[in-house]
Nanobody
Framework: QVQLVESGGGLVQAGGSLRLSCAAS????????MGWFRQAPGREREFVAT????????FYADSVKGRFTISRDNAKNTVYLQMNSLKPEDTAVYYC???????????????WGQGTQVTVSS
């Protein structure tokens, strides 16, 4: 069992930055691929970024490539999402997920956090 808790969301102006954190419980964090997804009102949950167990491999949605950076600290059981050059269309609830089968842009993750709201004003 893995419990995930996101933090770091908030209100920011367009062009600004936020760093999201996702803290995981348990001692097997390094055995999970991790991902960030987001869901805007009236829309389906969509992939944002994913990272391999070791952190050596990352993959991004085209919409955030070059602006967002996913990273992880296995010693701290935490995955991060650094978001720069934010746009109003980035407004959504952001969720982190843990996947026992490794990193993936698909949404078939085993565990999810409760989400953190990110609002970007124009």
């Amino acid at each position: 069992q893995v419990q995930l808790v996101e933090s770091g969301g908030g209100l920011v102006q367009a062009g600004g930055s936020l760093r999201l954190s996702c803290a995981a419980s348990g001692r097997t964090f390094s055995s999970y691929g991790m991902g960030w997804f987001r869901q805007a009102p009236g829309r389906e949950r969509e992939f944002v970024a994913t990272i391999s167990r070791s952190g050596a491999i990352t993959f991004y949605a085209d919409s955030v490539k070059g602006r967002f950076t996913i990273s992880r600290d296995n010693a701290k059981n935490t995955v991060y999402l650094q978001m720069n050059s934010l746009k109003p269309e980035d407004t959504a609830v952001y969720y982190c997920g843990a996947r026992s089968a490794g990193y993936s842009p698909a949404s078939d993750y085993n565990y999810w956090g409760q989400g953190t709201q990110v609002t970007v004003s124009s």
